[in-house]
């Protein structure tokens, strides 16, 4: 992996935590991800199973934990299974984590060999009444893909079909939403590496310049600083673009006059960053480009101060969606009559600003959590109101990681330029 190592205290922490939360005698069993077939012998980079990650920082496919924490015999209350390698595969893929690497990144003393699994599992599955299993249970899966851990579950009905089984997405969803000191500082690092990639933009875009030469510009600098790359597939929106929430084309020019949008950020450990700018192609924004900006930008501040302890997701959006509101009539975007005739579930404001304007993040970009519970210190919420004016080929969004504490909360990315005088005043420099 390019990042340091990351102190295997924390994996050690997160299993304690997830198995002071279990019932007892009960299992625990998480796979990797698979390596993605694509067509002959090629295949997709690999991304680990976040949860696997989560509890033991093992960065490697063909990976399984098992934990039992009353499990009579103590080793074999955590398990770690991991591929073996030989002379053959560290030829052509590289050297994997031998045994006592295993035990240093992950902190689990019994590591044993995949191959060496259904052996082993056997001692532990038959002192367990409750076994947990993991499926993806994100509100927005929309996968036609079997799983890793979709297919362990069925095999795992047929080979023991009498065991109680419970569900693990709902506990892991609890832990993750909270971050741990050093889940902030890999945030934080992704965060930082995304701010050198932004600014480094600022004295490189100009009329002419390609989106993909922009994307190739972000890319340069985040490797260059340990990232794997992108923490997600990056919009890189120019002029009417921009009023595509999800363009990822990037192959147009950018124009002289257009406004740049830019949805890019670095990961850093499997923690990803979350970033949006919006700038002005020739280093000035227009009269209109600027109060279109300048009320994205107060409303990305509103937002951002309701980010605390207490609040929730349900009544936030809608705080926010007021404020939104008052800006599009200031705009001259919405009239009193749209806003008093408007349908409730789908208010006037959702024209021009139809998505929402934070989501938890971390190990995922668009992380687990529960929206019905209410925020708490250590969750990390991006925070990116955003107006789209498709009949003026006009779309601009801002948006930063936000982590709550116990009294307000921290921006994350305060320290990359935001403010419109000083994004114009370091793109003319």
Known sequence: MRYFPVDKSLFIENRRRLSELLKPKSLVVLNSNDIMPTSADGSMGFKQNPDLFYLTGVDQEETVLVISPDHPDEKFREVLFVRETNELIAVWEGEKLTKEQAREVSGIQSVYWTHQYETI???????????YLNTNEHTRNDSPVQTREARFVREFREKYPVHNLVRLAPIMHHLRAIKQPAEIGLLQKACEITGKGFERLLGFVKPGVQEFEVEAELLHEFVRSRSKGFSYQP????????CILHYIQNNQPCKDGDILLLDVAAEYANYGADLTR?????????????????????????????LVTGNIWDEYHKEVGKIMESELFGLGLLTKEAIEKQDPDWPAYKKYFPHGTSHFLGLDIHDVGNKYRRFEPGMVFTCEPGIYIREEGLGIRLENDILITEDGNLDLMSFIPIEADEIEDMMNR
């Open 121 to 131: 599992f056997q001692g532990i599955v038959f002192e367990a009444e409750n076994v």
């Open 235 to 242: 919009i890189i929106a120019s002029g009417a673009n921009a």
């Open 278 to 306: 919006s700038i002005p192609v020739n280093g000035r924004f227009s009269k209109r480009q600027r109060e279109v900006y300048d009320a994205v930008l107060r409303v990305f501040k509103a937002s951002k101060s309701m």
